[in-house]
């Protein structure tokens, strides 16, 4: 074999050797930019719209937040799994009323973070998706009328967002603060006869951990 041949498969030997580790490398260093985290969140929606004399106003309570995601630089998206439940609480125009109005979403967020700032990263995003929404209630009006709702709905939604990150040291796992606007496109709920309900926005504060890998 000639010194040319021999020297062409040495390189590709060496070549075929690298491949591997390169490989490798570009692994680690995906794995090291993906994340998945959870968080809790306080929910307050905004009323039911109805007509002047019949108005439902919704309870806050807690919802909670799943996401897998990947972090480029000063940029990140993530894919993000939601869901939210809010009780009627005080109706004008009923003397009776219970209900709930549950939603189970599905984004897709993109977050600006901004650097410069040590330990706390701030951090805005905006994102978009679909909600499942589902509305029931039963009212009794100063009339006396029964009034029943039931009203499922698939919408559009968006959402932005504000908030601060703070990485633990000496590991792989970030805590983090925000506050949510969330806009769904309005459900709208009839009885059958004229009287509805319309949904509203919400305003979410939300507390929750990442961990990369």
Same mark, same amino acid.
């Given at each position: 074999? !000639?010194?040319? /041949? ?15 580790? *390169?490989?490798?490398?570009? @692994? ?6 993906? %994340?998945?985290?959870? !968080?809790?969140? %306080?929910?307050?929606?905004?009323? *039911?719209?109805?007509? !002047? +004399? ?8 807690? @919802? ?5 995601? %990947?972090?480029?630089? #000063? ?5 993000? +799994?939601?869901?939210?439940? /809010? ?13 709930? *109005?549950? +939603?189970? /979403?599905?984004?897709? /967020? ?6 410069? #700032?040590?330990?706390?990263?701030? %951090? #805005?995003? $905006? ?33 932005? #967002?504000?908030?601060?990150r703070a990485k633990i040291p000496l590991t792989d796992i970030s805590a983090y603060a925000n506050c949510r606007y969330l806009h769904m496109n309005s459900l709208r709920a009839s009885d059958g006869e004229g009287l509805s309900l319309k949904s509203g926005d919400s305003i979410l504060w939300e507390l929750g951990l +990442? $961990? !990369?890998?």
């Open positions: 074999m !000639s010194d040319k /041949n021999q020297n062409h498969t040495r390189m590709k030997n060496r070549i075929l050797l690298l491949l591997p580790v *390169l490989l490798f490398s570009a @692994a680690q260093q995906l794995s090291a930019d993906m %994340y998945v985290r959870a !968080s809790a969140m %306080y929910a307050k929606p905004d009323d *039911l719209g109805g007509s !002047s +004399s019949f108005h439902v106003a919704m309870d806050a309570s807690a @919802a909670y937040s799943l996401g897998l995601g %990947y972090k480029f630089s #000063i940029l990140r998206v993530e894919a993000e +799994s939601m869901f939210l439940k /809010n009780d009627v609480g005080a109706v004008t125009g009923a003397d009776y009323g219970v209900g709930e *109005l549950k +939603s189970t /979403n599905l984004f897709v /967020n993109g977050f600006v973070e901004l650097p410069g #700032i040590p330990v706390i990263t701030p %951090y #805005i995003g $905006v994102g978009a998706g679909l909600g499942w929404m589902d509305f029931k209630g039963d009212f009794e009006l100063v009339n006396k009328d029964q009034v029943k709702f039931s009203e499922r709905s698939t919408l559009p939604g968006y959402q932005a #967002i504000v908030g601060v +990442s $961990v !990369s890998f």
